[in-house]
């Protein structure tokens, strides 16, 4: 079992991700704390089941995911899709860094989850171990989710 203070150091070293991941999912910044929240929380409460210590970051981030999507699922039962608060980006980004966000937006979860933890310098092996996915699966979502970008962006 991991020892509670390699777990504590695993999660500070993921904070930075876990939030990015999470954003992409929920694009919203209460959420995301949330769904952190629950998958540090469940994660712990689990930390004997995890048999290789190599294996914390993907093994956090497919918790985190799910947690994420629970999010998503449980908002779209309480209300309709019109209803839903609009996803602010912070104050501080260019005009670029926004188009940016709003196209990476527009791609499905999956391709943002796989481009994202790429982004992040996860190896494709990892992104599969973290969303559950083959890893033909993982390199054909990022190079969709790539030349959807190009597309998006050079329409702009």
């Given at each position: 079992m991991i020892s509670d203070n390699a777990f504590a150091r695993e999660v500070r070293e993921l904070t930075d991700t876990a939030f990015a991941v999470s954003y992409l999912i929920l694009g919203n910044k209460t959420d995301c704390e949330d769904a952190i929240g629950q998958a540090?929380?469940?994660?712990?409460?689990?930390?004997?089941?995890?048999?290789?210590?190599?294996?914390?970051?993907?093994?956090?981030?497919?918790?985190?995911?799910?947690?994420a999507y629970?999010?998503?699922?449980?908002?779209?039962?309480?209300?309709?899709v019109d209803e839903l608060p609009e996803r602010n980006a912070p104050e501080e980004d260019t005009d670029e860094r926004l188009d940016l966000q709003s196209a990476?937006?527009?791609?499905?979860?999956?391709?943002?989850?796989?481009?994202?933890?790429?982004?992040?310098?996860y190896s494709i092996e990892e992104i599969g171990r973290a969303l559950d996915t083959p890893v033909g699966t993982v390199?054909?979502?990022?190079?969709r989710a790539k030349s959807t970008l190009r597309t998006i962006l050079q329409e702009n």
């Open positions: 540090v929380l469940r994660t712990y409460e689990s930390r004997g089941t995890l048999k290789i210590q190599d294996s914390f970051r993907a093994w956090f981030l497919q918790i985190l995911r799910n947690e629970g999010i998503l699922r449980r908002q779209r039962r309480i209300q309709p990476i937006m527009k791609l499905d979860g999956d391709q943002r989850a796989a481009l994202l933890l790429q982004q992040e310098g390199k054909s979502r990022i190079y």
